[in-house]
């Protein structure tokens, strides 16, 4: 059964609402894909803060030219039976679902992907983007990284220390 023209248009707006939010974008073919396999990528995508989506590419063409940001964007890889995923708190968490996803299903395979800048990724961006670490992994890292000379400078004074203890406690033995 077609989608009515008001539908349409409710579509087209919400797609240009989660265009215009997303920070990040990932795109990816799943023909073969059974329902209940749908719904499992949903609720892992819920669950990392992920919106699933799939609509007709020309809605999305046709929401990408209404936004300012995408409306230059390359489409030409939006072709066949395609799933969106966005996300407006997160960059990578798209791509790294739909990745992680793909690891089990294999049916499913990233197609292309766009920046919250509106730069189109091929499906290679998109696959290098998802093997990134996680925003907070990245954040431990660098705190970790920061504390380290702190860590050594407390090590290298307890050491010290201990060294000056052992040598008292030895004279006052002796």
């Given at each position: 059964?077609?989608?009515?023209?008001?539908?349409?248009?409710?579509?087209?707006?919400?797609?240009?609402?989660?265009?215009?939010?997303?920070?990040?974008?990932?795109v990816a073919a799943y023909q073969g894909i059974s329902v209940a396999d749908l719904q499992e990528l949903r609720k892992s995508a819920r669950a990392a803060g992920v919106s699933i989506k799939v609509v007709?590419?020309?809605?999305?063409?046709?929401?990408?030219?209404?936004?300012?940001?995408?409306?230059?964007?390359?489409?030409?890889?939006?072709?066949?039976?395609?799933l969106y995923a966005f996300s407006d708190s997160d960059e990578v968490?798209?791509?790294?679902?739909?990745?992680?996803?793909a690891k089990t299903h294999p049916e499913l395979a990233l197609v292309a992907g766009y920046s919250g800048e509106g730069l189109a990724l091929s499906a290679a961006d998109v696959t290098a983007l998802a093997?990134?670490?996680?925003?907070?992994?990245?954040?431990?890292?660098?705190?970790?990284q920061l504390l380290s000379p702190v860590h050594d400078v407390t090590n290298a004074l307890?050491?010290?220390?201990?060294?000056?203890?052992?040598?008292?406690?030895?004279?006052a033995t002796a």
């Open positions: 059964m077609a989608i009515t023209k008001d539908k349409k248009s409710a579509l087209v707006g919400e797609l240009s609402e989660l265009f215009a939010s997303a920070k990040g974008t990932a007709k590419n020309r809605l999305v063409r046709v929401a990408m030219n209404e936004s300012t940001v995408y409306k230059g964007a390359d489409t030409s890889a939006l072709v066949g039976q395609l968490m798209p791509a790294k679902v739909l990745n992680d996803f093997s990134l670490p996680s925003k907070n992994q990245l954040i431990a890292e660098v705190v970790a307890s050491g010290n220390l201990h060294a000056l203890l052992d040598g008292v406690e030895a004279k």
